[in-house]
Every structure is written in structure tokens, then in C-alpha cells.
């Protein structure tokens, strides 16, 4: 099946730190979503782009569409020990029928206070 | 609105037992989801439904079911439960505008032995 592939797998950062990471494929997607999952609950929807070259902000969070259509950015400004979890790239392909979502294998972000 | 329940958020199997997880929606979503997250991974798409009375499958069907009676419910069924199938279901739904968020419960944690 179509893959993202999501970097960095993991990040370990010192808390006031910049954070990012990004989403690549070989296919065109129409829609870039960015989710962040806590332990033990479901992935939370945090930023939406529709548009490529869109830059959308979330508070400190900033994501972007490339202007390819196959990646993504997500960028976390000044990082707070709250900003743990698994981020989730998910891209949704033209004509996927049933607007099925492709997902990342995520990235585990760590702050150290 | 409650938004994506699931239930139950835990439960142990035993080889070829059976159990349906339930997931219920209350935004009148005509689109929902169930997904399969297993440890480091991403989520994979198990069935999807575009409304009531129509399933259809996602990328790893083999070994559920599903049905959609109505607008709210989508029940996942695992029959004959095999330890490949321990792993964290999670259900989505998304409205029918033209945006492709998706709205995730809580997740079942799922444990065959």
C-alpha cells in the first residue's frame, strides 16, 4: 500500500527547544493532516492543509503543504514538557475512494524539563 | 457531544474466542472508521463505511467484520481471535463537508492469548 515516510523516528529535546519533522511520499496528496497522540488515548486532531504552500499555526505549532504535494512539515516552537507524545503525519491521495487517510509510523517527541 | 466512544477500553481474549468493540458516534458523521495500531506503528486501516448499509474494506480486513446499521454505531467483529490480532483498535469519523479531518475515540487495547 502507498507509505509516508515520517522523520525523524524519534526526538529526545531539551525543553525551550525548536522542533521539527516532516512527512515525505512519491504520491500527491490533496490533504496534509497533523495528529498527536498521548499515551493510552486516541490520535488528536491538531492541524489541517488543504492548499499546497499552505502555512497553517496551532499556538506553537506552525505546519506547512510543500509546494510539491508530496510532503509536510510540522514545526513546534519553544517546547514545554506537554508537547510529549507521537506526532502523526496523514495524507489523504487524490480519488482515494471512502477519503481514506495514509498515515505515518510517527515520531516520538521526548522533552527533558 | 460525547464525539467517538468506544468500548470496551481494555480486554483479554483467549485463542478463537470472539468479541465485537463497539464504537458509537454522535456528530451525525456519515463516514466512519476503524483503524489498527500496533506497537511503534502507525495505524492501519481495517473497514470503512461512507453511510449506513455500506462497508467496505481497508488494508488489513483479513480475520474482522463489519457492519453499519445505522448513522452512530459501527461495530468491529473479531472472529476467531489469533495473538496477530493484539494490538490498540481505534474507530474515526469525519462529517461529509469538504474537509478530510477525522475524529478519533479513545481506543480498545486488545490482548489475545
Known amino acids: 500500500g502507498q507509505q509516508l515516510n515520517q522523520s525523524p523516528q524519534s526526538m529526545f529535546i531539551q525543553e525551550g527547544e525548536d522542533v521539527s519533522m516532516n512527512c515525505t511520499s512519491s504520491?500527491?496528496?490533496?490533504?496534509w493532516l497533523w495528529y498527536k497522540q498521548e499515551p493510552g488515548e486516541g490520535p488528536v486532531l491538531l492541524i489541517a492543509?488543504?492548499?499546497?504552500?499552505e502555512l497553517t499555526s496551532n499556538g506553537r505549532l506552525t505546519a506547512q503543504f510543500g509546494i510539491t504535494r508530496k510532503d509536510s512539515f510540522l514545526n513546534i516552537s519553544a517546547s514545554i514538557p506537554s508537547d510529549v507524545g507521537i506526532y502523526f503525519c496523514?495524507?489523504?491521495?487524490?480519488?482515494?475512494?471512502?477519503?481514506?487517510?495514509?498515515f505515518g509510523e510517527g515520531t516520538q517527541l521526548t522533552v527533558n524539563p | 457531544n460525547a464525539g467517538v466512544t468506544q468500548t470496551p477500553k481494555f480486554r483479554i481474549l483467549k485463542i478463537g474466542q470472539s468479541m465485537t468493540l463497539q464504537c458509537a458516534q454522535d456528530?451525525?458523521?456519515?463516514?466512519m472508521y476503524w483503524y489498527r495500531q500496533d506497537p511503534g506503528m502507525g495505524l492501519k486501516l481495517i473497514y470503512y463505511s461512507v453511510g449506513a448499509g455500506i462497508t467496505d474494506k481497508g488494508e488489513v480486513p483479513n480475520g474482522y467484520n463489519v457492519s453499519r446499521s445505522t448513522t452512530e454505531d459501527f461495530p468491529l467483529r473479531l472472529e476467531l481471535a489469533a495473538p496477530s490480532q493484539t494490538s490498540v483498535y481505534f474507530c474515526?469519523?469525519?462529517?461529509?463537508?469538504?474537509?478530510?479531518?477525522?475524529?478519533f475515540g479513545p481506543g480498545t487495547r486488545l490482548t489475545v492469548t
Open positions: 496523514a495524507g489523504q491521495l487524490r480519488e482515494t475512494s471512502g477519503s481514506r487517510l495514509t
Open positions: 504520491s500527491i496528496f490533496n490533504t
Open positions: 456528530m451525525n458523521h456519515n463516514y
Open positions: 474515526a469519523s469525519r462529517g461529509t463537508d469538504s474537509s478530510y479531518e477525522q475524529y
Open positions: 492543509l488543504y492548499k499546497a504552500g
